[in-house]
Each structure stands twice: as C-alpha cells, then as structure tokens.
C-alpha cells in the first residue's frame, strides 16, 4: 500500500482502485483544534484538485482537495461526534473519504513520505 | 467643545511627542489637491440645550399615537412596553458594550443572548435560532438563500400574501445571485396553490401566517408536500405576539421560521431599528446566516457563554461566508428578551389573548357600519377591511380628526386593485373608546360622500 | 462607660488565600451571579399586570397554540435583577477605555438617546401618512444633507441597517450599473487586508473576489492593481483609511484606474471617523461609500447592533439607488416607495420601512452638538492620540508600517517571538489591568496583530496611563520571567478563559429543561 502527499497537505493512501484521504499530521497541527468536518456526499464524482471536505477549528476553515481524480465511495461519519480523531490520529482513524480512482497514474505526479517531510521543512 | 477632553496646551504636547509640528502634518498622506480645512456649509456646535430644542421641534411636527387612536399594523405593531425594559437597555453595560468578542468581559451580553435564542425557539417551536437578524424582511431573505444553500437547489417560491417588504427585499437580495424568487399575484379572493408550484428544483416555499391581510391558514399540508418533493418551508410571521395564541410555525411543519420581532419589547420608532427573528431545525444549524452563543464552560469548570460557529461567518470565511451580516440588532434583541421575561407563560399568552378579544370585537364593530365589509374568515389582531371608497383618502380624512385608521393595503400594494382595502390592527393599546372614535369618524367620512 | 458593642475597627493581616477562596453562593461581593432566566422561573408569577382579556368567540381558524411554549414565570423585581446582574458582567465605554481597532468606540453621549425617545419621533408608526410625520421625513432629509456635504457626494441613499449592509447596497448599485449598460462583468478588486464583510459581499452580488496585495508600506500594491484591471473588473472595494490604520495616499490615481476601465469605486467607510472634515471622498473620486452611523456617529454599539449604513453616491451611481428615499417638494416632504417614475432604475428595496430612524436620530443629534468645527476636531483629535499611543509604544512593539498613523495605530507580535506569550495572552493580560483588550489578530496580513484605536474620547491622562500599562505588560513579556502572568490571565474578569472548541465540537445554543 502506498502512501502519498500533496502541496496542501492532503494524504492519500491506495488499496487496489480505492483510495483514502486525509489531511497529514502538520496540516493538522497547524490547524489546532479540529471542530468539525464537512464530507462529501457519497457518489460524489470529483475531479483532481475539486472541494472534497471543508475542515474548521475555531477560528478557521480550510478546504480539502482531491488529490485525484474519482468517485467517493465511502465517507468517514464517524468525524461529525468526533472530529478531535483528526487531532489525535489525522492519518489513521481521522481519514476523510475514500475515492475510486479514475487514474491511478495521477498518484505518480504526488510526494512519497519522504519528498513530503523535506518539503514541510522547507516551509519553515 | 463638551466631547472633547483635550486642552489647547495638551494637543501641543501630544504633537510634540508624536515629533510633527503641527496637526496638518498628521494628514500628510491625503492628496494635497483634496484636502480640505473644515466644513464651511455646515453651522458650528451647539449647545445641548438648542440640540435639546431642534430635536422636539422634529418630533412636535409628527402625529404622535399617544395623541390620536391608533390602528396601525402592517408588520409593526404598537404594544406597551413596561419600563422596565427601556431602563434595563440604557443600562451603559449594555448600551455601550461592543459586540462579545472577549467572553470573559462580556457575559452579560452573552447570557442574554442564549437566553433571546431559547425564548426564539420555543415560541417559533423550532430547535434553535440565531442572535438576530436586522429585521424580519431582511431576516426573509436570508432563509430563502440558506434554503437554496441547504438543498443545493435554486429556486424559492414566495407567496403573494407575504408583505410586500418582506418579497421585494427578497427579490432585491437573490437578483445577483445565482438563485431566483418567483413570487405569486396576491390572492385575496381564492386559495393558493402553493403546493402545486413545487418540483424537484425548487429549495423552498416561503409563507406568512398570519399573512399580509390578516388571515390565518393551517400549513401542514404545504409542509408535507415541501418535504415530498424535499424542498424546505419557510414561515415568515410579522407579528410576534401572535405567537402567544397560535399554533408554532414548528408545530405546523416548518423548516425555517423568520419574522419580526418589533412587537416585543421595542418601540415602533417609524420603522427601526427592529430585529428580525430567525430559527431553523438543529440540522440546518451550520448553514445558518448570523451570530450564534453557544453555552461552554470556562477554565475553573464554571459555565459560560460564547460566540461559536464563527466559521460560517464573514470575517472567517469570507466570500464562502453563509451571510455577509456583521453587526446586527444586538440591543432590539435585548429589549425583546427582557420584555419576554417579564411577560413569561402566563403573560405572553394572555397578551396575545387581549390582542385577538380587542381585534375581534372591533372587527364585529366595524363590519357592522354601512358599506364596511369585513374581509377575514380569521385573522389574530389585524384584520382587511373593504371600504366604499379609496382608503387612502379615507385615512387621511381621518388622520386631519387625529385618528390613525390603519394602513391602506394600495400604499404596499399599488395597482392591484386594492384601493379601497384597508388594514386595521387592533392591539391592548386600543381602548373601547378608541374603537368608537374610528368608527364615528368612519360614519362620517363615509357618509360625507 | 465600657463600650460593650463595640467592633473591631481594623482588619487582621492577610492570610493570603484570598486568590482561591470560594464562597457558598459562587459570588464574590460585587460580582454577582445570576442563573438562566430560565432556571428562575415558578408557575404563578408574573411580571407584567394585564387586564382580563375580554370575552370573545375565537377567530383563529381552529389555529388555537396548542401545549405549553415553556417560557418561565418572574416578578418584575426578578427579572431587573437578573438583567442588573447580567449587564455587570460587561465591559462598556462608559466603564473604561475600549481602544477596539476598526470599531471606533467612543463616547455616547445621552442626550441622543433622549432624542430617540421623544415623542413624535420614537413612537410614530413608519406606515403613517406622510401628512403626519413631516418632522420625520425632515429628520432625515437633513441627516442625508448632511452626510452629503460632509462626503461632497451629491446623493445618498438612508436605508442600509449596518456596515455590511451599506456595503451590499453600494455594491448593488455597481452591478445594476453594469447591467444596465448590459456589460457582464465577473471581477471585483479587493485588497488582501480588507474585513470580510467585503468578499462576502462581492460575492452576494455575483462577483468573484480578486485579491491584491499589499506593499510593504502596508498601502494596496498599485502595479498589482494595475496588473488586474480589465474590461471584466466591475470595480474596487478599497477601505480608507485602511484597516491598517493607513491612508491609501494613491486613492486618486486607483479611481481613475478603475474609472479607466469602466469599474467604479466603492469606498469602504469603516473608518470615516480619522478624516471627517479633513477631506471629501467626493473629490477622492469614490462612487459610493457607506457611512457606519454607529462608529462614526456614535449611535451606541449596544452589544452588536443596531447599526445604520447610508450610502452616499456619485452621479454615475445615483440613479441605481435603492428605494425608498425622502423627497422634498413644495408642499413637503414625500416618500418615494416603489421602483417607479423617478426610482424606475432603483435596484430595489433593501430592508422593511425605511431605515434605522432610531439611529437617524441620534447620529442628526451627535453632528449638530458637533457642528463643523467639532467634526474636524474629531479627526484631529482621533489621528493624534493613535499616533500619541503608536510612539508611546513603538519601541517595545514593532509596527509594520513605518510612520504616521491616521486614526489606529497596528503592531504585530514580532517583539513577542520566543517569549511563550502571545497577541492573545497580551490581550487577556489586560482584561486583568482594567482595559478592553485591542481588535486582535486582525487585519489578518500582519502576524499576530495587535490594532489600537483610542478615539478622540479619550484624554491624555488615560492615554498616559495605557501606555504605561502595556509598557510594562510588554517588557514583562519580553523579560521571559513569568509567561504564566499572561498565559493564565485573565484572573479578575467574572470569568476565566472559555473553551471554545467544546462550544464548536458540540454546539449548545438554546436552553432544555432536564426534564425533557
């Protein structure tokens, strides 16, 4: 299973054609306390770089994009009693959605863990 | 001048320490070419005395209600207001506070507003309601964008009985957006088939109970078939009292509840500053438009009130914002909470019962003259009257013997045929004697002709 | 005689527990708590006498309200103290200073709350016949003449409730503008810098935002604007002064950019107050502007609102001017209420009746105990203490934008960096020491923002005594000795620090009863 990263800090992890999507751990340290989060509707077609979810702590809101493109096969509802799992586990239990890839060649273009760690350290 | 606290020698001071050599030289950055020295066309100040005398002389040019019978409805509405209230709003904690931005030093307002929340809710029969909105037309338009935010649908169907105001503030609101309003003729005559009017593209059904001439209508069916075709119903009542004696717009089925909250608590003040009334079910609460106080607790576990779900808000969210409403009728809220505490169960529902037994028997009263035609199956305290001849001109035949008479329906609604309609409000304000006085002085207008 | 009643007359020395002492009721002398109304209320009270309703057969179409609404019972006395204790729990400008960036808090005197209250003005109905309320339609024909000459705008427009809702109008009328010359235009310009009510305003009238930036002296970066302009831009929101407390010193050159294109210019006027009789936006080249009545007029804030947001218009905008508006004519004043005749190019109707008149009154009141000589004082006298606070502070505190301030005075938290006490913890910190804290974190292009604004209310003795304040709540910061005197402040206010995540996780808005 690979594991990938985009720019604006979303992850997203491959099984066969289904991919889940979260938001890294920096992203969600840099957000604070996570409130609530907006998740798409399931069946939702979404193109790479579309509104997936919309992530807010108090005094914020961010949008989430999809690193790729797909149909959204399954939501995380557990995320609306419990939005602090994006805290305390953003890239395990705080996941967003799963997408049924379109095309699993636009996983090449992102970062692996690697590129990505050397990347957040380069935003000081 | 009284306001100003600085003495001649203090300003040089000030400059000084600043490093400029003069006052000028703080507006360096205005462009010279528009700057200007003063205002020559205006007078200088005034002592608070003249102010105290121009400002009478306004008002003495003005046909007070406290000095003629007074029939006037059509979205506000002339009640007492106890003391109490007026004296509790001047109190300078509350009328001179900023919006609650720091919780710790603003629990009064805070308090105050989960408290206006709650007392919003339960006579709406909703689940919760915002910390208002400026008034109930615009409150109206806000429920039909968050409607078509909510179903992600873009068309409302407005009623042609909601007050004028209330559609044409509608209409104004959505023009540019990428939503419609489609608003039907009035229907004075027959039933409208709202109901009929709704698809599978249309986000809400907007209505008024009681409606703009008065009438009540049972909703329910409306509401079943909004929900069938999974549009939403939104209930616009202007009348606030009326929520003491008729069954809750929630009871009825509705999704979305705004109005006006004039009645309680604040003075009809030639049209505002109101306060728009704006509640809605628990699941449409993060698109709601507006302040919200939610209740927490504070470091040492003691509970407190602040403002929360920000993030649907403007200064947050920017062009994505649910509204662009910032400050909004904070102090109407108060007063109407206030007056709402002293009225409690007992007294608000026996106020809306004053109101109906007054609007009834003048009702009995004024059908009963000649060639006056009581229009109303139903109606709560505000009733449409057909008159024999224009209704403007009998009201303003009328207002020359100091009598208000009401509002003729042609002034909101011209060139609907309405010109001998006119709108009679009868509130506790009304005394059997007043009822008297309008109706001689109907008689002989009438009978002038 | 012994005195055998006496009592001791001098306190015993401190225990020092004082800080965590409890009481039995939760008070602690002068702060008192009250519960919910809700929580106060017994079947059998009331707070209002109403006499016997009469007897009638009910009209109500069978809609009789069914059940209990669960409002609480009180006496009168009740619910004043309630209210009494609730409004103890504020702070307020009459209280103390409110140095509240971009809010303009300052002083409210009395005597307009007197004259909203006078009868004839607070008590007239808005449907009355025109033929009854002349002193009325006056009123507020002089209150637009006024704001007319003070902007050196030929039209005004009285009905916007707010800020916001001034800004909606004026924007409105851009975009009926365009659309009557049949011009589809998509952009509008709008400083990074700018309050979010002007995005989200844009974007209520169909228009998508573009962003510009700023320079580094904190102005709108005029070739980034330039960049932008196109046939598609339907023009600028450029507030002045800025919300960096700046004056944008190219304003005349970005009107006739944005005339260039064919755009208009809205001028947002948030902060009027730091050039009242200073200048004319009029000769700025600005095409509409909103005036805060309760800002600049000082029409109280009261917890939120009301406001009032009239709209002043240049020629090219006028006629696009929402309805209803006052017209004087030989035999009086009249209202023009429908778009028709005169309106027929008016974009609508934007709020019931006709504007805020409760707050027409008072802001009428404020400008004539003002007059001309005291508007312009008010500017003066707002710019010098900003400035007087900005060099009083300056040395502690970094300001982003060298130089003179107009009516605020913005630092951010750079000098703070490292020290484990943040903008918020400065702000709380000074709850303990008596004042209203500044508008912080905002305008969201400076870190950790920290926007001071005192008003010309305020003398030099207050003034004086702030900056000493922060001066030594600043050098206590930056001495690193004890973060926790900021961290956990504020320990005086009737509360603590609130936590607002558990208000947002699960959201509390309306009183239930347990029972339910």
Known sequence: MTKKYTEDHEWISLDGDIATVGISNYAQEQLGDVVFVEVPEVGAEMGKGDELAVVESVKAASEVYAPVAGEVTEVNEDLEANPSMVNEDSEGSGWFAKLKVADLGELDALMDEAAYQDYVKGLG | MRYMPHTEQQRQEMLQKVGVSSVDDLFVDIPESARVQGLLDLPNHM??????????????????PQNAPMFLGGGAYRHHVPTVVDHLIQRSEFLTAYTPYQPEISQGTLQALFEFQTQVAMITGMDVANASMYDGATACAEAVLMACRATRRKKAILSGNLHPHYREVTETTVQFTEFSAESLEPALDNVENLAGKI?????????????????????????????????????????????????????????????????????LSFGGPYVGLFATKQKYVRQMPGRLCGETVDQEGKRGFVLTLSTREQHIRREKATSNICTNAGLCSLAFSIHMSLLGEVGFTKLARINHGNAVAAAEKLDAIDGVDLLNDSFFNEFTLRLPMNAEEVVSKLAQKNILAGVPVARLMPGEGYDNLLLVAVTETVSDSDVEELCAGLKEVLNAE | MLNNVGRPTRPEEMDGEVDNFETYTGNKALNLETPLIFEQGEPGRVGVDLPEPKE???????????????????????????????????YSIDAGFYPLGSCTMKHNPRINEKAARLPGLGDIHPLQPVETVQGALELIYELGEWLKTITGMPAVAMSPAAGAHGELCGVMAIRAAHDAKGEARTRILVPESAHGTNPATAALCGYKVDAVQARPDGRMDIEAFKAKLGPDVAGVMLTNPNTCGLFENDVKEIADLIHGVGGYFYCDGANFNAILGRTRVGDLGVDAMHINLHKTFSTPHGGGGPGSGPVVFSDALAAYAPVPYVVKGEEGYRLQEQVEGDAQDSFGRMKGNHGQMGMFIRALAYMLSHGADGLKQIAEDAVLNANYVRVGLNDLLHSPYDGICMHEALFDDSTLKDTGVTTLDIAKAMIDEGYHPMTMYFPLVVHGAMLIEPTESESKE?????????????????????????????RFAPRRRLDETSAARKPVLRWTSSAS
């Open chain 2, 47 to 64: 002592t608070e005395m003249e102010v105290d005398a121009r400002m009478s002389a306004f008002g003495r040019k003005n046909l007070s």
């Open chain 3, 56 to 90: 009638f057969t009910d009209r109500l179409g069978g809609l009789s309200r069914e059940g209990n609404i669960g409002l609480p019972d009180l006496s009168e006395p009740q619910v004043l103290r309630h209210y009494v204790r609730l409004s103890r729990q504020n």
């Open chain 2, 199 to 267: 698809d599978k593209d249309i986000a809400c059904v907007v209505v008024q109970n009681p409606d703009f001439f008065g009438r009540l209508q049972d909703l329910s069916d409306l509401a079943d078939a909004c929900h069938e075709a999974g549009a939403l119903l939104v209930v616009v009542v202007t009348e606030a009292v009326s929520l003491g004696a008729v069954k809750s717009p929630g009871a009825m089925g509705a999704d979305i509840v705004v109005g006006e909250g004039q009645s309680i608590g604040v003075p």
């Open chain 3, 462 to 490: 207050t003034l004086d005594m702030f900056i000493g304040s922060m001066r030594h709540l600043i050098s206590k910061a930056q001495s690193g000795e004890s973060p926790e005197h900021f961290t956990q402040a504020p």
